[in-house]
């Protein structure tokens, strides 16, 4: 069954309005005005828990030709974790190296496995068991996250996911990154916004957690473009967002537009406004795992002030400030934005 808009899910995916959003958003720790992933976490352990990104030697349907190829536009995968792609280690060793190297400079002692790069879901199922099994060695971790696209899930990998629940924390993260149908297919990421509704639709129920990751100041958005996909995300039933502006990363298609004058970039003071605009209409439950990216200052071609991540939170948390704004400040069951 293919849905046109989120207004066409089963009841099961739809969110429910959080009642009172003001009192939710005072829960927020410390002097943040949006919920964050560090808060979510010491809530749920009890501790600090830190994330370990691994390479799970997956592949991406959108580059072998199965649902495209060349991939989407910003695509160089290198750029999400160089360490990883470079040191070829098994899942097992890379999650120890990673342990050792996290417990080296702090004093942590849970950590969530991360399956970041490329499509971790794409592969046999027996394949994808003993690749996620390996994590089960680890006493240290509590929970698993896996990063795919919207069409490569099915009830089967759900199941199968589903089933480390009772071990584990498990999230399912859907790169969305728009709700826009010609935004998907001018940045060639090769699946719909339909896609995406049924992966929600076949994940509701499952227990897991879903986190979905959008990017803001997409080729040919306007402002108002980038609001309606907040929007249409705030009626469904999800966990948690991953939230970044449009990178340029070296060895991409992008570079070349950007080389030659094709796209335009956000400057800071946009990317921050438009943001705070998208974080008032989510949810106040939400939680926000990412409100920037980073990238090696060998990969990232522009923009410059993407260098400097903290700077980028502290504009943030300045301009809810000044606005004497929070995350969900505006969340209503809107239709679109106006
Ligand atoms: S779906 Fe992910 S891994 Fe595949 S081309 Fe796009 S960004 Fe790259």
Known sequence: ????????????????????????????????????????????????????????????????????????????????????????????????????????????????????????????????????????????????????????????????????????????????????????????RGHTYEDFLHAIEITAGSGLKICIHVIIGLPGEAKSDILNTAVALSKLNFDAIKIHPLQVHTNTKLEAMHRQGKISLLSLKSYVDILCDFIELLPPTVVIQRLTAEAPDQILVAPDWCRNKMAVIAAIDAELEVRKSWQGKRFIHHDSFQ
């Open 1 to 188: 069954m293919s849905f046109t808009s989120s207004n066409d899910l089963p009841k099961h995916c739809i969110r429910m309005h959080d009642h009172e959003p003001e009192k939710i958003a005072a829960s927020f720790a410390g002097n943040k005005r949006y919920l964050t992933f560090s808060h979510y976490l010491k809530k749920q352990f009890g501790e600090k828990v830190w994330k370990i990104p691994v390479h799970g030697e997956f592949t991406c349907p959108n580059r072998d030709g199965t649902r495209g190829t060349g991939g989407c536009l910003y695509c160089n995968n290198y750029g999400f974790s160089p360490d990883l792609i470079q040191q070829q280690a098994t899942v097992e060793n890379q999650i120890k190296a990673g342990i050792e190297r996290i417990q080296e400079k702090r004093n942590v002692s849970k950590f969530i496995v991360y399956f970041q790069t490329y499509t971790n879901t794409y592969a046999p199922l027996a394949h994808l068991k003993h690749t996620y099994d390996a994590v089960l060695q680890f006493k240290e971790i509590v929970g698993m996250a896996i990063g795919t696209r919207p069409d490569c899930v099915d009830e089967n990998i759900l199941d199968l996911l589903a089933s480390y629940k009772p071990r584990l924390d498990v999230w399912i993260e859907y790169g969305l990154q728009s709700i826009h149908n010609r935004t998907l297919a001018a940045i060639n």
